[in-house]
Structures are given as structure tokens and as C-alpha cells.
């Protein structure tokens, strides 16, 4: 009633404006349409909850919040963090969508089986995320992909294309393009399988390599939160997790071969894309943006004055990016009973 009475009290002095020709307030003036990415009008809980679920003997932790029934978002992170570089990002997406973000094993809060009872593949990482999302009835899903992510999340594509809604790519390679000269030790290590290669890149597991991937290649560093490299280094620092983050660093060299295959997806299937690349990052070059363009020309790109991690310092405007990019793409469709 008082909403009523409200809309008829600015109604009459609208009127009485325009006849006194005074110009209309920006507050009295009709409401634009509805954008894509505006918020839905009913309340809607964004509270994140912190899960968990065992999938092949492994307990896989996850970060989940929105709708059961919202077009789901799978979020999936890169070396040497877990979910936790999603922490911003998920309630700015929760509204409309059902996020979902898991950790890896031996990252963020999940499982880290001894090396000697579990393989950590980049080809493990991707069964155990998708035993996950069969775990929680997620049948179709976009993919958000950054760093190690890609190679995750690329290899679920490979496999169910009929499950990916879209891709949002976030400094994610999949082109040769974009490994350049930080990736020259560990090629070498890649070529020789040494203890001595290995043990020349440890250094990548260190406090000061950690805080180099945030800050390096970002114009202002006072946007990045110290909590994130000290988060991550704790977690790096437990007894026995430099040695499966080498074995890591190893395996990466699966990723190469695949890649035809995943380009050849691309040109297949025309996932909508949209790449959004901090473009001083020096792990993966800008030069690895670009190509996406090369198979699938409707990709949306946006090349951001960042480093590696984006989100850090460019965190509102990717939700805004990715909010307007879905809106368009995927949020009318009806998630699968």
C-alpha cells in the first residue's frame, strides 16, 4: 500500500514538473529495461558453504553457494592456490548461478594422500573433478578455468561436451604460444626426469616465488591482499606437499600432446568463450590469448593491465565481464533434473 501510494505521490509531481518545465530528476525518471547481469529481484541466499565429499577414497573439499537449481558454474583454480582465489568472486556470481569450486588434492582443504597411494596427474585431478560433479547430480555446468585449471577443466570438456555450457578462460594455456621463457627450467626437468632438474625449480614452491605470481606484473600492489601468498604458502609448507607439487611441475608435460585435441574441440563444438588474460603475466603469456581467437573467432576477449592472478586486482570488473557474458549465454537455460 505505502508502495502505491509512493509510486502515485511521484507520479503527480512528475506531472506537475513537466508542466512547470523543470526538468525531470534522475531519481523520478522511468527505470531502464533489465540488464543480463542485474541482480534477480527476489532474495537470494549467497551465503558460501564450505563441503565436502569423498570420490574415490579422496576427500575433495569444495566451496558451494546460489541455487541447487541455478545454472551451475564450476570454478577451477591454479598452482599454488585452491578455491580460495575464488573467495570474492563466487558471492559476486551467487545470485544467478550455483558455484561450485573444489580443491584439487593436496590443495586447499582437501585430501593430500601420501604420493606412494595416489598419482597426482593432471588426468586424476580431472576424474576426481568430475566423480564430483556426478557426486552432487551436476550434469551440465560452465567452466571457469585458470592455470592448472585448464588442463583440468579442458580434459572434462574433451570428455562430455555435452555437459559445457561455456567457457570463461582466466590465463589458462591451451596453445604453445603461451609458454615462454619462465617455462625453460622446467622443460629441461620435462627432458631429463634428473633429481638435479628437479631440485633447480623447487624454488617454485618458496614464500618468494609465491608472492612474485601475485604481485609481479601488477601496476598497483596495494590491491593485493598479503593473505594471499601467506594463505598459500602454509599450505605449501606442510610436510610433503613440494614434493607432490614437483611431481606437479612433471606431469605438466601430459598437457602438451593434448593439446590438438582440445583445439580440435573448440572448432567442433563453438563453446561460447570469453578469455579474459592478465596480460603482464610472465607463467602464461599474453601471446597464449590470442590463439583462442584462431578457434573460435566469436571468443570475447579481454586483455586486463594485471599479472597472473587477475581476479586480485581486477576482481569486480571480471565479475561484471562474466555476469554480462553469461547473462547472455547461459542463463535461461534450465539445468537438468
Do not use: C
Amino acid at each position: 500500500m505505502l508502495h502505491n501510494e509512493a509510486l502515485s505521490t511521484g507520479s503527480l509531481r512528475h506531472s506537475a514538473l513537466l508542466l512547470a518545465g523543470v526538468a525531470l530528476p534522475l531519481a523520478l525518471a522511468p527505470p531502464e529495461p533489465a540488464r543480463a547481469d542485474a541482480a534477480p529481484t527476489e532474495a537470494v541466499d549467497t551465503q558460501v558453504r564450505y563441503r565436502s565429499a569423498s570420490v574415490d577414497g579422496i576427500e575433495i573439499a569444495y566451496r558451494e553457494a546460489g541455487r541447487a537449481d541455478a545454472p551451475t558454474i564450476l570454478l577451477l583454480h591454479g598452482f599454488p592456490t585452491s578455491s580460495h582465489m575464488f573467495r570474492n568472486l563466487i558471492p559476486a556470481l551467487a545470485d544467478r548461478y550455483r558455484v561450485i569450486a573444489p580443491d584439487y588434492p593436496g590443495f586447499g582443504q582437501s585430501g593430500a594422500p601420501e604420493r606412494s597411494q595416489f598419482k597426482y596427474t593432471f588426468d586424476n585431478f580431472a576424474k576426481l573433478v568430475d566423480g564430483l560433479t556426478e557426486k552432487l547430480g551436476v550434469s551440465r555446468y560452465a567452466l571457469y578455468v585458470m592455470d592448472y585449471g585448464a588442463p583440468v577443466g579442458f580434459r572434462l570438456a574433451v570428455e562430455h561436451p555435452d555437459r559445457v555450457t561455456a567457457l570463461v578462460v582466466q590465463n589458462g594455456n591451451a596453445y604453445t604460444e603461451g609458454l615462454q621463457k619462465f617455462w625453460e627450467p622446467i622443460q629441461k626437468y620435462w627432458a631429463s626426469g634428473s633429481q638435479t632438474d628437479r631440485e633447480a625449480i623447487r624454488w617454485l614452491t618458496s614464500l618468494k616465488a609465491t608472492k612474485w605470481q601475485y604481485t609481479h606484473g601488477v601496476p598497483d600492489a596495494s590491491l593485493v591482499s598479503p593473505d594471499t601468498w601467506t594463505h598459500d604458502q602454509t599450505l605449501l609448507d606442510r610436510p610433503g606437499n613440494q614434493e607432490i607439487q614437483l611431481d606437479l611441475f612433471y606431469d605438466y608435460r601430459s598437457n602438451l600432446p593434448l593439446y590438438p585435441g582440445w583445439q580440435a574441440y573448440f572448432r567442433k563444438h563453438k563453446p561460447a568463450t570469453l578469455v579474459i588474460w592478465g596480460q603482464n603475466d610472465e607463467i602464461f603469456v599474453a601471446a597464449g590469448a590470442a590463439p583462442y581467437k584462431r578457434d573460435l573467432p566469436h571468443a570475447e576477449m579481454h586483455l586486463l593491465d594485471a599479472g597472473h592472478f587477475a581476479l586480485e586486482t581486477h576482481g569486480p570488473e571480471i565479475a561484471r565481464l562474466i555476469r554480462d557474458f553469461l547473462g547472455r549465454k547461459v542463463a535461461m537455460e534450465k539445468p537438468e533434473k
